[in-house]
Every structure is written in structure tokens, then in C-alpha cells.
């Protein structure tokens, strides 16, 4: 997942500063570090601040300058190093309570070239202000599953899928165009 400008203290609008988070999945036999009560604790505080970041987002839609400095305070509050053990269906989620953020949201599949070119060609074109992006650009790199129903079906076992999506904000202008344009590409 990556973030506009995250973790950068001197609310630069240059992308270089841009910054990757990296989420890992790890299958673990381990106790879960949170009991119900702080779960739940957890959750509410995530509704919480899904309330209040919505309106934020919204406001973005007006001036949309301010995005690189709403996404870098958000990020200042989300962005933490965590390393711990949560039981499924909670681990498998990233926040709840994400359907309070009115967005639009799409998600595409690719079938990865051996030296990764293709990803590189897509990520380039994020790159070049081609996306209508004020919330977020999350991916996952899958290997492919024997599943038939599976977006990453493949009969190769060795095969890996790119899974770009792009959130953006309710509104936000040219993201239908966007989102044709993608299909057709």
C-alpha cells in the first residue's frame, strides 16, 4: 500500500519523498497478542476515526492541493511498525469500518512477467499522474491457486498475479474516465 507523501515531517510535495508500506501475512501458531476486549476497544476507535476521516476526504475534493498534506497526517497516526499476532477474520483485515469512507474502488488483475516488466510498466504509469488517486494505491503480489474461482487462477503453480486497486474519494473527477482506460489497457 502506498501513501501520498507518508511519514514526511516536512509536509514536502515532492515525490521522491514518497514512502511504501509493506503489510506481511505470516501464518502463525502463536496466541494471539489481543484479547476481545482490546479487539473490540480496537475497532471502535477504527469506526471512530473512519467518521472523522471522511469528512477530511471530502474537504480534499475542493482543494485538492491539501491531499498531500491530509494523507501525511493520517499516515502519521496509521503508519506504525506493528508486529503482532491477531486471530482470523481480524488478521485478514486491514481496518474495520473502511465502508465509512465513501469511495470508489477498483481492482484489477495481472499475470506477472517473469522479470516483473509488466508490474514495473504499471507502477511507471501510476507514477506519471495518470491515476485519479486522493486516497490510497494498495497491491498484492499472489502466487497463483489451483482454485477455479480464484482471481489468480493459473495452471502454471509458479505463476505470480499483480493486484493493483485505487481508491479514491466519491466524486473525484475523471476516475470513471480512468477506470474505462484501464479496462481497454
Given at each position: 500500500?502506498t501513501?501520498?507523501?507518508?511519514?514526511?515531517?516536512?509536509?514536502?510535495?515532492d515525490?521522491?519523498?514518497?514512502?511504501?508500506?509493506?503489510k506481511?501475512?505470516?501464518k502463525?501458531?502463536?496466541?494471539?497478542?489481543l484479547?476481545?476486549?482490546?479487539?473490540?476497544?480496537?475497532?471502535?476507535a477504527?469506526k471512530?476515526?473512519t467518521?472523522?476521516?471522511d469528512?477530511?476526504?471530502k474537504?480534499?475534493?475542493?482543494?485538492?492541493?491539501?491531499?498531500?498534506?491530509?494523507?501525511?497526517i493520517?499516515?502519521?497516526?496509521?503508519?506504525?511498525?506493528?508486529?503482532?499476532?491477531w486471530?482470523?477474520?481480524?488478521?485478514?483485515?486491514?481496518?474495520?469500518?473502511?465502508?465509512n469512507?465513501?469511495?470508489?474502488?477498483m481492482?484489477?488483475a495481472?499475470?506477472?512477467?517473469?522479470?516483473f516488466?509488466?508490474?514495473?510498466?504499471e507502477?511507471?504509469?501510476i507514477?506519471?499522474?495518470?491515476f485519479?488517486?486522493?486516497l490510497?494505491f494498495?497491491?498484492?503480489?499472489?502466487?497463483?491457486?489451483k482454485?477455479l474461482?480464484s482471481?489468480a487462477?493459473?495452471?502454471?503453480?509458479?505463476?505470480y498475479?499483480?493486484?493493483?486497486e485505487?481508491?479514491?474519494?466519491?466524486?473525484?473527477?475523471?476516475?470513471?474516465?480512468?477506470?474505462?482506460?484501464?479496462v481497454k489497457?
Amino acid at each position: 500500500m502506498t501513501w501520498y507523501n507518508a511519514l514526511v515531517h516536512d509536509k514536502s510535495t515532492d515525490s521522491l519523498t514518497d514512502k511504501l508500506w509493506v503489510k506481511r501475512w505470516i501464518k502463525s501458531n502463536d496466541e494471539p497478542d489481543l484479547n476481545l476486549l482490546v479487539v473490540t476497544l480496537y475497532r471502535l476507535a477504527q469506526k471512530t476515526s473512519t467518521h472523522i476521516a471522511d469528512n477530511f476526504y471530502k474537504k480534499l475534493l475542493k482543494s485538492l492541493s491539501l491531499t498531500p498534506y491530509v494523507t501525511n497526517i493520517a499516515s502519521l497516526i496509521r503508519l506504525k511498525e506493528r508486529d503482532m499476532v491477531w486471530e482470523a477474520p481480524d488478521a485478514i483485515h486491514y481496518q474495520a469500518r473502511i465502508g465509512n469512507i465513501l469511495c470508489q474502488d477498483m481492482e484489477f488483475a495481472i499475470k506477472v512477467d517473469k522479470d516483473f516488466g509488466n508490474v514495473i510498466t504499471e507502477l511507471n504509469y501510476i507514477n506519471n499522474n495518470k491515476f485519479p488517486l486522493n486516497l490510497s494505491f494498495e497491491f498484492r503480489i499472489l502466487k497463483s491457486s489451483k482454485a477455479l474461482l480464484s482471481a489468480a487462477y493459473d495452471k502454471d503453480s509458479e505463476a505470480y498475479y499483480f493486484f493493483p486497486e485505487v481508491l479514491s474519494i466519491n466524486d473525484t473527477k475523471h476516475y470513471k474516465e480512468f477506470c474505462n482506460v484501464i479496462v481497454k489497457r
